[in-house]
Nanobody, 119 residues
Framework: QVQLVESGGGLVSAGGSLRLSCAAS????????VGWFRQAPGKGREFVSG????????TYADSAKGRFTISRDNAKITTYLQMNSLKPEDTAVYYC????????????WGHGTQVTVSS
């Protein structure tokens, strides 16, 4: 089993920044890719950003490009999402998830961390 724990959420004013962390733990697991997703009230879950664990290839949703930066620390098995220039529409619960192989869906998910951006 793999456990993912997100942290770093909170309340911030528009234009502010937050850095989310996602720490992975467990026995005998591998990570192919880590993704960040978010779900706003009354909306479906949407992809925000992803990073390949070995090569570091990053992808971003259009809403995140230029404002968010994903990174990873392989030694700490932790992924980060630096979010700058936050907007009220970024308010959501943010989840991290991992793919354990290239052919898998995101098969392990964290419980999420709340990000609230006030106008």
């Amino acid at each position: 089993q793999v456990q993912l724990v997100e942290s770093g959420g909170g309340l911030v004013s528009a234009g502010g920044s937050l850095r989310l962390s996602c720490a992975a733990s467990g026995r005998s697991f591998s990570i192919h890719r880590v993704g960040w997703f978010r779900q706003a009230p009354g909306k479906g879950r949407e992809f925000v950003s992803g990073i390949g664990w070995s090569g570091g290839l990053t992808t971003y949703a259009d809403s995140a490009k230029g404002r968010f930066t994903i990174s990873r620390d392989n030694a700490k098995i932790t992924t980060y999402l630096q979010m700058n220039s936050l907007k009220p529409e970024d308010t959501a619960v943010y989840y991290c998830a991992i793919k354990t192989s290239a052919f898998a869906q995101y098969d392990y998910w964290g419980h999420g961390t709340q990000v609230t951006v006030s106008s």
